[in-house]
């Protein structure tokens, strides 16, 4: 083929996403909470509570205490047996509530059926509940006023800083209405000044609404429902989705998100990808969470 002219290519007509890094950010982030936690006069302290034998949550509660430890933090961890009465649990509760080197209580769930997750939650003190997930802590969120974010929905919005300088007037549509991740984004989208479209699975036309999105938030637990034709070119999508997946190769898993990323990355304008987007946010924001807590309550 020498001396002739390359045959022209075919023009790219989409350009990909750009991927938004959360392990990158969460890594920069513990280091921030690391550098702060080794000025302080005391040393924050975490406690972590896990009820039973569940095989994920050993693992999610494990990587709690390592990073926990690794920012410089007391981590105190408690292990229960999965037949654990509920009075139990509640004046384990009560006396983390009253350790003064206790400044943040995480009870991880679920829990064991036979015990009562709400009346578990609704003990922990709200100064101490770095999970944001005690009726205090929402009532706070909702009424702009200072107090506990949950960590994942926090963890959004700070990737979602960091990229978007004004949010003002965007649309941003958020799908799922959990009590956790749901709810709480959307409040805190609406102090971004976003205009804000809580969708859940009674919405008419969901691939209607999301192609409406500027942001589109999604937080459904179903893998790859969002599909690539639902996203408005340009869009940001933050893909809360952490679903495990058979790979195609026998006895093997992999993870995926709520978003079908394979065809999203070709239309938005930026994207989370799973895993290694919004997951690794969780626990950076829980040990930030618990900073906010330790200065808090000892008023530094
Ligand atoms: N189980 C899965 N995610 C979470 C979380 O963010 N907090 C608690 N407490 N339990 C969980």
Redesign the pocket.
């Known amino acids: 083929m020498e001396g002739r002219a390359a045959p022209p290519q075919p023009e790219r007509t989409r350009k990909l996403a750009e991927i938004i890094d959360g392990k990158a950010f969460a890594a920069n982030l513990r280091a921030q909470i690391a550098a702060e936690v080794a000025t302080l006069p005391y040393q924050p302290g975490l406690a972590v509570v896990l009820v039973g034998e569940d095989p994920a949550?050993k693992v999610?509660v494990a990587n709690k205490a390592k990073q926990t430890v690794e920012v410089g933090m007391a981590s105190f961890e408690h292990k229960l047996p999965a037949d654990t009465a509920q009075a139990e649990l509640l004046a384990l509760v009560r006396k983390l509530n009253d350790d003064p080197k206790v400044h943040g209580i995480?009870?991880?769930?679920?829990l064991p059926k036979h015990l009562n997750a709400d009346e578990v939650v609704a003990a922990i003190s709200p100064e101490k509940d770095v999970?944001g997930?005690t009726v205090v802590n929402a009532g706070r969120l909702a009424a702009g006023l200072p107090g506990l974010v949950?960590?994942?929905p926090l963890g959004c919005i700070l990737l979602l800083e960091d990229r978007i300088e004004d949010m003002t007037g965007l649309h941003a549509v958020v799908i799922g209405r959990s009590n956790?991740v749901g709810k709480p984004i959307a409040q805190l989208l609406l102090q971004k000044n976003c205009t804000v479209t809580m969708a859940h699975s009674k919405t008419k036309d969901l691939p209607g609404l999301c192609r409406s999105a500027d942001i589109l938030v999604a937080a459904v637990g179903r893998p790859e429902m969002v599909k690539g034709d639902w996203i408005k070119p340009g869009a940001v999508v933050i893909d809360v989705g952490i679903n495990r997946v058979p790979s195609g190769v026998e006895g093997k898993t992999k993870l995926v998100g709520d978003v079908e990323f394979g065809w999203a990355d070709k239309v938005a304008g930026m994207i989370t990808p799973v895993p290694g987007g919004v997951g690794p946010m969780?626990i950076a924001c829980?040990l930030r969470n618990t900073l906010t807590a330790a200065k808090r309550l000892e008023n530094l």
């Open positions: 949550s999610y995480l009870v991880q769930l679920p999970d997930l949950p960590c994942t956790l969780t829980l």
